[in-house]
């Protein structure tokens, strides 16, 4: 089994966030700075073009340690953050860049692209967890969250469907093509975001990704907006769906 | 300028209760004890079948006074709780029984009627309106919201249309074909709540009515279930929205 190997360590505002990497990978590990007892967990996953300390990541990291005190960690995806890009990344990348420059479809590409970077970012997180279980303070006891919208979502689907610690996620933006599958075996509390005038994905392929999940509870939350407005009350609602599904009580401002 | 009678008061755990009618219509207005200063008001209107105080309604209120410490009224429906069943009403409950037992679609006459209701209810509305913020402890300075699912969203939506006052609003499980034209005039910030397996709303025309609405800001929120599995985290959901945009900080447990 991998371990975390920590490599820095800061604080800020009662949060600690410490740098770690897991078989090589790079991650950080936000936790509250007085947390003495176990803590739930809450591992998310960032966007395409991002990385594990991307201000959505810091952001919603924040929240989940100051209202709720649980741990937070994410990884830096494949040819993201901190590590290198391939050749395939460049040319799929490049292709991105060229159907966005034609006002061509991004969905074909990045549909292939974000599976192709599934395929190795599920078994990172698979370590990622288990490495973290072996901390005291997290434990293999405590429930276990997933949060990641856009590329976050198309790791998280076949990760969470393969992952019986996860208890609940949250989900969103996302194309039904290659996770529809994926989704259709997983079976724990849902909420998914999508936004009504998104540029780059069809309202009927958001619906069918979320319509095949075969979640008991799952939340739809649209807003209007394109792709990359969703609004905040989002981020104060999702930390409240992991408050409710992973046992601590939160009081968040609306 | 129609007035309101009070005819009756009671309070309990914090929430005073006023019965009262309003050119006949009878209604309830749900209020802190404490309240000193003006506060901000929720208008509901209460689903098909039921009445001004059903659970569903009480229930709102209290969350909406407690967590709020804003003011709720709530009006009989025309041929609801209080209020005389007309002949054209029986009628019409007997056709949506009849369908109900044969199995039938329910959605066409649920819309026909509560068109008509709504004909006489939306006058009924404004007229409240005037008539509350005739008492000092609302005024006319304040914010106004809207809250009805169902039968309020058939009367509400034409309410709010023409409606000024309101500025923000809960509407949801209802049909496009008599409300559509009416919610391409709303501008408001808009809640609306669907429920994805709903045996008796399909979903197109559903998300077709949330589409129709002009708003800026619009949030759909959809879960797993049938029509009248609502879950009751939405309703804490309507009372975060109506505190961010009525203007009160408000703390719901999650």
Not at 28 to 48: F, I, N
Not at 145 to 172: D, H, K
Not at 188 to 198: A, N, S, V, Y
Not at 206 to 224: I, M, T
Request: proline share 7%; aromatic share 8%.
């Amino acid at each position: 089994m991998k371990s975390l190997h920590f490599t820095a360590q800061s604080s800020v505002d009662g949060m600690l966030a410490r740098d770690f990497t897991v078989g090589g990978v790079p991650g950080v590990l936000w936790s509250p700075v007085s947390a003495a007892d176990r803590a739930p967990l809450v591992l998310m996953g960032h966007g395409g073009g991002n990385h594990k300390k991307h201000p959505a990541m810091s952001g919603r990291a924040e929240r989940l340690v100051d209202a709720c005190g649980f741990h937070v960690a994410v990884l830096d995806a494949p040819g993201h953050g901190d590590r290198p890009r391939t050749e395939h990344d460049e040319r799929e990348i490049a292709a991105l860049f060229a159907a966005r420059a034609a006002g061509e479809p991004e969905g074909p590409i990045v549909v292939r692209y974000n599976a192709h970077l599934a395929e190795q970012a599920v078994p990172e997180h698979h370590a990622l967890l288990d490495a973290l279980q072996q901390l005291p303070e997290i434990g293999t006891a405590g429930p276990v969250g997933y949060w990641g919208l856009n590329m976050g979502t198309a790791i998280g689907v076949p990760f969470v469907a393969a992952e019986p610690r996860i208890t609940a996620a949250v989900f969103g933006q996302h194309w039904p093509h290659a996770l529809a599958e994926h989704a259709k075996r997983i079976t724990i509390p849902i909420e998914f975001d999508l936004q009504w005038d998104d540029e780059h994905l069809a309202r009927h392929d958001g619906l069918a990704l979320f319509d095949a999940f075969a979640s008991p509870e799952k939340s739809l939350h649209v807003n209007a907006g394109k792709h990359k407005e969703l609004p905040r009350f989002e981020a104060d609602s999702a930390v409240r769906f992991f408050a409710r599904h992973l046992g601590t009580v939160v009081e968040v401002r609306a």
